[in-house]
């Protein structure tokens, strides 16, 4: 089995000590720049891709709408990841993100120029932007492996995550609805592309430890035709690589069911709570508990139950969420008591519903599976498949990620347009989860292996057995 220490066995130069603390681990200087530059990354991001939903939101743009716009960032991800993958195998991890980041702000200054700010024109820059994010997700990914010695992986990965996830709730919770209130898409669009260029000057500083080929020949290198597309290309791949592919899918059904909230929730906070989609971010912000619950809890949970187990148990958790939202109003009464947003309401003259109390608080375990799954998925491919091969494996990560959001994104965001957001709540979990035992499924009737069961294939995702006796190469 590739294990982390063939991956990582470059870095112990790049760092000290075993086992850091999280303030420890951020002091490393390699870390520090890492951690920098996806702050950037996924600050720019949410600033652009939130307040581009936003905008369209108070624009009284239907459900449906929103969801072309995102599904345009899953599609351009479906179709470029194992090629992103590749190619930031093929560069040094310095190199890529810093073409990547400066890409970006090109579009994000030239499409609003060009072509303004219609449905079809985010569509585009929400297409490209991510197109090129295909690159950037496993070059960032990668580069843990390079700052940070197998025992430090865990930490190092959540410390990283953490900042990045912080820059991302900075960006939609303050960034995106102070500038659409008070200014417009084009200058949110015009602050994203300052955000990338930040990035790509505190990437400059990341060291180059990889030998990397210049950029056109790379480009050049790369079997550009879109063979994730393929459902034979996928089935041969799963089935080869099992162990990988199953904590990979496992992980992309909690990364699909978030994404499909955070799509609905505008309209979800319009239409079932009654209250300004902007102001969504606010009725949310106690996410944010569950969110440092998570940051400070999965590196000791990984060691306890291990990665795969992890990923269960917030796939349960977020599953069960979901549910209460499209429950809201039989729970509300129940819930609302509890939710830390009542501590606004000591304030004079400040009341706020039962629905968007018990809402705020059921956001909370929600963001906690979300984060946990985010760092079990990373920690399980940075300690089990070679360095030279992490970015084609993250590229299929991502690939397999945003096939499953596109289709969450796209179905539900439909079902939600005709019949409402509450009830999408309620099957979005059982709609996602039957997806990917369906293709468990037809990947082992097509590969002419002995075909499995449902069953079977849903015990796939959690069976951690093959973790330890299957040879993987993560390729």
Same mark, same amino acid.
């Given at each position: 089995m590739a294990t982390g220490e063939s991956s990582t066995s470059d870095s112990s130069t790049s760092a000290v000590g075993d086992a850091p603390s999280f303030r420890q681990a951020l002091k490393l200087p390699g870390v520090n720049i890492l951690a920098a530059s996806r702050a950037a990354s996924r600050l720019a991001g949410a600033v652009v891709s939130y307040g581009a939903m936003v905008y369209l939101a108070r624009q009284d743009a239907s459900q449906f709408e929103i969801s072309v716009i995102a599904a345009a960032t899953y599609a351009a991800a479906l179709a470029f990841g194992i090629q992103g993958g590749t190619l930031s195998d093929s560069l040094s991890k310095r190199i890529a993100l810093i073409v990547g980041y400066l890409c970006q702000a090109s579009l994000c200054l030239l499409v609003p120029f060009f072509w303004g700010t219609s449905v079809g024109a985010l569509m585009f820059l929400m297409f490209m932007t991510s197109a090129i994010n295909q690159l950037i997700t496993p070059s960032l990914k990668s580069a843990v492996a390079i700052v940070s010695t197998p025992a430090q992986l865990a930490t190092v990965t959540t410390v990283v995550t953490v900042i990045g996830s912080i820059a991302s709730a900075v960006g939609s919770a303050v960034v995106a609805p102070v500038l659409i209130k008070h200014t417009g898409i084009n200058t949110v669009l015009a602050v994203g592309a300052v955000i990338y260029l930040v990035g790509a000057s505190r990437t400059l500083k990341l060291p180059q430890f990889e030998q990397s080929i210049g950029v056109r020949d790379a480009v050049r290198s790369v079997d550009w035709k879109p063979t994730a597309l393929s459902f034979k290309w996928q089935a041969n791949w799963i089935i080869n690589h099992r162990s990988i592919a199953t904590m990979i899918l496992?992980?992309? #059904?909690? !990364?699909?069911?978030?994404?499909?909230?955070?799509? %609905?929730?505008?309209?979800?906070?319009?239409?079932?709570?009654?209250?300004?989609?902007?102001?969504?971010?606010?009725?949310?912000?106690?996410?944010?508990?569950?969110?440092? #619950?998570? !940051?400070?809890?999965?590196?000791?949970?990984?060691? %306890?139950?291990?990665?795969?187990?992890?990923?269960?148990?917030a796939l349960s958790i977020m599953s069960v969420s979901l549910m209460l939202f499209g429950l809201i109003d039989i729970i509300a009464p129940f819930l609302a008591p509890f939710s830390p947003m009542r501590v606004f309401e000591l304030i004079p003259g400040v009341s706020i519903n039962d629905k968007v109390l018990a809402a705020s608080l059921i956001a909370l375990p929600a963001n906690f599976g979300s984060t946990a799954s985010t760092v079990s998925v990373q920690v399980f491919v940075n300690r089990r498949v070679p360095l030279a091969q992490q970015g084609s494996t993250f590229g299929l990560q991502e690939v397999n990620e945003n096939a499953l959001t596109l289709f969450a994104v796209v179905v539900l965001g439909g079902i939600a347009t005709l019949i409402g957001p509450k009830v999408v709540f309620l099957i979005a979990p059982i709609v996602v989860v039957s997806m990917v035992i369906l293709l468990l499924e037809h990947s082992y009737r097509t590969s002419g292996d002995t075909p499995v069961t449902y069953r079977q294939a849903f015990d796939m995702l959690s069976d951690s057995q093959d973790d330890q006796v299957q040879n993987e190469d993560g390729r």
């Open positions: 496992a992980g992309g #059904i909690v !990364t699909a069911l978030f994404e499909a909230f955070n799509t %609905l929730i505008p309209v979800y906070v319009r239409d079932v709570l009654n209250a300004d989609p902007a102001n969504a971010v606010y009725i949310f912000a106690p996410a944010g508990i569950g969110f440092l #619950i998570g !940051t400070l809890a999965t590196p000791k949970l990984i060691s %306890l139950v291990g990665e795969r187990r992890l990923n269960m148990i």
